[in-house]
């Protein structure tokens, strides 16, 4: 009998989290899956506690690479490949989950047979296991307070225009649960060209194939710590460099329009004008933003009237977005 879910659980050199995070995902309330173990030739000792779990019945798959892939999402795609599941959870292995996680995803899932992707709020917690006083799913404001304990339904394009424009909103793979078979090769393919925001252009794609539900409760826990991809990325600017691809991407498939297109690129430029990078890194992002959001003149022109919108009307220029 083919499992409901599959959890693909890939590992870098995150031996001292695996223990906590396999044990999370073993709890689960609902047990109809099944758990891919995945190991990115790791250096430390990784293997050792992974091979613990190598024979626990939930396991189907244990693949230990002999050489780096280089690529988080070369490590989901092979998961994916390796799946039986309607569903897919990329469960990273530095992170946890409550146990009511995998359950209240999936009965929304299955309630919405429009909707590809499902996620959840999420606490944070160092690599300590210290709580830390992050708000990820954004429900610090009056609007969103009110959410808490609901469950939401978006069209993927209207999401895509309010939401992901102006960032990653699936700020966490581990969040997350996605029907299997809308996701292909080539979207794969096009995540892993990027070291830093393929996630953010998966996510989009797959909301350009129906709906997304968003569940406004702290189900997932995000381990926040300084070696991780995203965070190497930000410091060396390398993840502006990709977030470009994507914001453009957006802009030009889903015609976000003028206005959305001032304050998004107008703020980005700002941001890394005032940035610590040096400046040839921020010429290296600004260049491509000025190939990307429009050949000469309409680039600076973004950035005129932004400063000019900011200065007249400075609380609507704050707006970070739009979002539903």
């Known amino acids: 009998m083919q499992p409901l879910v599959s959890v693909i659980l890939p590992n870098y050199n995150y031996s001292r989290f695996l223990d906590e995070r396999i044990e999370s995902i073993l709890s689960q309330s609902m047990q109809d899956f099944e758990l891919i173990l995945l190991d990115d030739a790791s250096t430390d000792n990784s293997t050792e506690v992974l091979e613990k779990y190598a024979s626990h019945p939930k396991v189907s798959h244990?693949?230990?690479?002999?050489?780096?892939?280089?690529?988080p999402f070369a490590q989901w795609q092979?998961?994916?490949?390796?799946a039986k599941g309607k569903y897919i959870?990329?469960?990273?292995?530095?992170?946890?989950?409550?146990?009511?996680?995998?359950e209240k995803s999936?009965?929304?899932?299955?309630?919405?047979?429009n909707v590809v992707l499902c996620f959840t709020g999420s606490k944070a917690i160092d690599q300590n296991g210290e709580p830390l006083q992050i708000?990820?799913?954004?429900?610090?404001?009056?609007?969103?307070?009110?959410r808490i304990g609901s469950t939401l339904i978006h069209k993927g394009t209207d999401y895509i225009v309010h939401n992901m424009f102006?960032?990653?909103?699936?700020?966490?793979?581990?969040?997350?649960?996605?029907r299997r078979e809308c996701s292909d090769a080539d979207m794969f393919?096009?995540?892993?060209?990027?070291?830093?925001?393929?996630?953010w252009l998966f996510w989009t794609k797959l909301m350009e194939r129906g709906d997304v539900a968003e569940i406004y409760e702290s189900l997932n826990i995000i381990r926040r710590h300084q070696n991780?991809?995203?965070e190497n990325g930000r410091r060396s600017g390398n993840l502006y460099l990709e977030d470009v691809d994507v914001m453009a991407y957006i802009a030009t498939k889903h015609k976000t329009g003028l206005y959305r297109n001032i304050v998004r690129y107008g703020a980005f430029i700002k941001f890394i004008r005032r940035s610590q990078f040096p400046d040839e890194i921020k010429k290296q992002i600004l260049d491509k933003l000025k190939r990307k959001a429009g050949a000469g003149t309409t680039y600076f022109r973004l950035e005129r009237i932004h400063k000019f919108l900011w200065n007249i009307i400075p609380g609507l220029m704050s707006m970070q977005s739009d979002r539903l």
């Open 106 to 113: 999936i009965t929304t899932m299955e309630a919405n047979p």
């Open 166 to 178: 102006w960032g990653c909103y699936v700020y966490n793979a581990s969040a997350t649960v996605f």
């Open 189 to 199: 393919a096009q995540s892993m060209r990027m070291r830093n925001s393929g996630d």
């Open 135 to 146: 708000d990820f799913t954004r429900l610090t404001t009056k609007r969103m307070q009110k």
């Open 62 to 71: 244990y693949v230990v690479n002999s050489t780096n892939s280089g690529s």
């Open 228 to 230: 991780t991809t995203t």
């Open 78 to 82: 092979k998961g994916v490949s390796l």
């Open 89 to 102: 959870w990329i469960a990273e292995a530095d992170d946890s989950s409550t146990p009511e996680f995998l």
